[in-house]
Nanobody, 124 residues
Framework: VQLQASGGGLVQAGGSLRLSCAAS????????MGWFRQAPGKEREFVAG????????VYADSVKGRFTISRDNAKNTVYLQMNSLKPEDTAVYYC??????????????????WGQGTEVTVSS
């Protein structure tokens, strides 16, 4: 499985961005996917997760109500719509895929494949 993340950029506080994560090669083995982020000087943290087939979603409390994760199975792509962005959302965002049946969205060790990261900067 290969993951290609895109869509990052510079945006003012209150603005929106949509991140994309395109999966390729043996995508049929994916069970769920997630978005994580790592701010400068901080550890990587869970943002949102979605099951590959059922569409169930989970969000970190810090983004609930502002971010929406979705998937387009026909395009093998997962999206992260980010609205009402805040300066504290500034980070490198990574998408990840897991091939395990037991879903554990928030634990990065449960993910087997990672995208290269896309940088999001929110100015105040």
């Amino acid at each position: 499985v290969q993951l290609q993340a895109s869509g990052g950029g510079l945006v003012q506080a209150g603005g929106s961005l949509r991140l994309s994560c395109a999966a390729s090669i043996r995508t049929f083995i994916i069970k769920y996917m997630g978005w994580f982020r790592q701010a400068p000087g901080k550890e990587r943290e869970f943002v949102a997760g979605i099951s590959w087939s059922g569409g169930s979603t989970v969000y970190a409390d810090s983004v609930k109500g502002r971010f929406t994760i979705s998937r387009d199975n026909a395009k093998n792509t997962v999206y992260l719509q980010m609205n009402s962005l805040k300066p504290e959302d500034t980070a490198v965002y990574y998408c990840a895929a897991s091939i395990t049946y037991y879903i554990d969205y928030a634990t990065e060790e449960k993910y087997h494949y990672w995208g290269q990261g896309t940088e999001v900067t929110v100015s105040s």
